[in-house]
Nanobody, 124 residues
Framework: QVQLIESGGGLVQAGGSLRLSCAAA????????MAWFRQTPGKEREFVAA????????KYADSVKGRFTISRDNAKNTMFLQMNSLKPEDTAVYSC?????????????????WGQGTQVTVSS
């Protein structure tokens, strides 16, 4: 089993930046495809970004492409999401997730492990 813990959320003004972290403990971190999702009340969980085991392959939602960057440090069992040029519509609870497969997917049900989430609020 893998435990995931997110940190780095908070309140920021539009145009600002935040860096989220996802620390993993348990099974070998570098065997997993990892991703970030976000969710707002009353809406379904939305894919944000994903990264392959080696970090060489990444995938982004169109809504964040060019503004967010996903990365990982397998030696430290940690994944990151650098969020720049934040917009009020980026406000959500951001959760990290991992799956045992090498294939990157954007579907939440394909992921095996989830963190509790961290709130990101962008004010206008």
């Amino acid at each position: 089993q893998v435990q995931l813990i997110e940190s780095g959320g908070g309140l920021v003004q539009a145009g600002g930046s935040l860096r989220l972290s996802c620390a993993a403990a348990g099974r070998t971190f570098n065997s997993n495809t990892m991703a970030w999702f976000r969710q707002t009340p009353g809406k379904e969980r939305e894919f944000v970004a994903a990264i392959s085991r080696s970090g060489s392959i990444t995938k982004y939602a169109d809504s964040v492409k060019g503004r967010f960057t996903i990365s990982r440090d397998n030696a430290k069992n940690t994944m990151f999401l650098q969020m720049n040029s934040l917009k009020p519509e980026d406000t959500a609870v951001y959760s990290c997730a991992g799956r045992n497969s090498m294939m990157i997917t954007t579907t939440p049900r394909d992921y095996d492990y989830w963190g509790q989430g961290t709130q990101v609020t962008v004010s206008s």
